[in-house]
């Protein structure tokens, strides 16, 4: 029984024995060790860091350094890039932008002589209606890059409250430069030049653009805009109009030609007799276009003192009067002596017919339906209970 016993045990440590003999462990040497299949990056030198940080601190200050050249009008549905105006910069325009915002809650804003970067919109309407003025205000300043360049200068008849009117206008633009203008001084100059040669009837709208720097010399850079107006875009680029040595810019129309509104023969014969200034030296052209008035660039301080004398003498040899539209007495005193702006105006305005005399003090007709439409599009909302429609 016992050497049945003491023969098991020694049966384990001879397995374990084969076990551990067939169990072998290998240590590889230090020139065995395994290498990484890519080579670590080099440290790059201290100095070409700080040379790369100096670098993209100078690509983040250059564009302080040198403001845009051009931009996109999110209006304009070819996206084109414009250049930016001459005589506008970033910097101009922030120093504009707090120029206007001292002022906004000034009341009346006092209009400037023209050369402190504002664009002085000067409008004229014998009929006041404070909607047609609010579409021409908010299609212009919705239209600009930079509304707080523009000032606005509306000439109403005596008679209404002008305060009244502006402060409707003001609720509905908080933010805009405006100003309420009465007629009667520019009217009473036209009058006296009318009542001394007894002139035909002057159109006081057409002529009014001439007189307004003599009367208001505050005002002696603007740009005379029909009340009728819608602007559709690229208002901009009427900033960067170059008057040259002219006094007057003004676009022409050449679906009106001058030989429509004159008999040659007559004109010939005037030409011939008339040793006025005002008069050509050489031959007028029969296909010479009509001036659109719509759209007039004005300097006051070039402006030739006797223009308003030779449109009164133009209408009283050819027998015109305030209802003959356009008038070609106009045409005739600016022959030659305009710039023609190169600006294509009918992609950027839109002149519309409201059905309503707005340059006759009865206010004669009615807004057409259509027109009311097209308003909608530029009335800011509770524009009919503010202005009181």
């Avoid at 050497?3 to 551990?20: E, G, V």
């Avoid at 003001?170 to 009667?184: A, C, D, G, T, Y």
């Avoid at 008057?243 to 509104?261: G, H, P, Q, W």
């Amino acid at each position: 029984m016992s050497s049945s016993t003491s023969s098991f045990p020694l049966s384990r440590p001879a397995a374990r024995r084969r076990n551990d003999s067939t169990t072998t462990t290998t240590t590889p040497s230090s020139g065995d060790l395994l290498r990484p299949a890519v080579d670590p990056a080099p440290n790059p030198r201290p100095i070409f860091q700080w040379v790369g940080f100096g670098f993209i601190i100078f690509l983040c200050f250059l564009q302080f350094l040198l403001p845009a050249t051009h931009f996109r009008h999110p209006s304009d549905p070819l996206r084109e890039w414009r250049p930016f105006p001459s005589n506008l910069s970033p910097s101009s325009s922030s120093s504009t932008n707090s120029k206007a915002s001292s002022d906004e809650n000034s009341g009346y804003v006092r209009a400037h002589d023209g050369e402190d970067g504002m664009v002085h919109i000067v409008s004229w309407m014998d009929c006041l209606d404070l909607q047609v003025l609010a579409v021409l205000i908010n299609s212009t300043l919705s239209s600009s890059r930079y509304p707080e360049l523009f000032s606005f200068h509306f000439f109403v008849p005596e008679g209404h409250d002008d305060k009244v009117s502006y402060y409707k206008l003001k609720v509905l633009f908080p933010h805009s430069n405006l100003e309420i203008i009465w007629q009667e001084k520019v009217k009473g100059q036209i009058m006296a030049a009318y009542s001394v040669g007894e002139y035909p009837r002057p159109s006081f709208h057409e002529m009014a653009p001439f007189v307004i720097p003599t009367v208001h010399p505050t005002l002696s850079k603007f740009i005379y805009v029909s009340t009728n107006v819608i602007f559709k875009g690229g208002v901009e680029e009427l900033l960067g109009v170059d008057l040259k040595n002219f006094a007057i810019a003004v676009a022409e129309d050449c679906s009106k030609r001058l030989s429509a509104y004159v008999n040659f023969d007559v004109l010939d014969a005037i030409q011939r007799s008339a040793s006025n200034p005002w008069v050509s030296g050489t031959p007028y052209s029969e296909e010479a276009c009509m001036p659109d008035l719509s759209l007039v660039f004005i300097d006051g301080s070039r402006l030739e003192k006797n223009l308003l004398e030779a449109i009164l003498w133009w209408s009283k040899v050819l027998n015109k009067s305030e209802r003959d539209s356009p008038n070609p007495a106009v045409a005739l005193a600016l022959y030659n002596r305009h710039l023609k702006p190169d600006i294509n105006y009918k992609r950027w305005i839109h002149r519309y017919d409201g059905g309503r005399n707005i340059y006759s003090e009865s206010c004669g007709g009615a807004i057409r339906p259509d027109v009311r439409n097209l308003w909608k599009q530029y009335l800011p909302p509770m524009s009919d209970q503010i202005l009181g429609y």
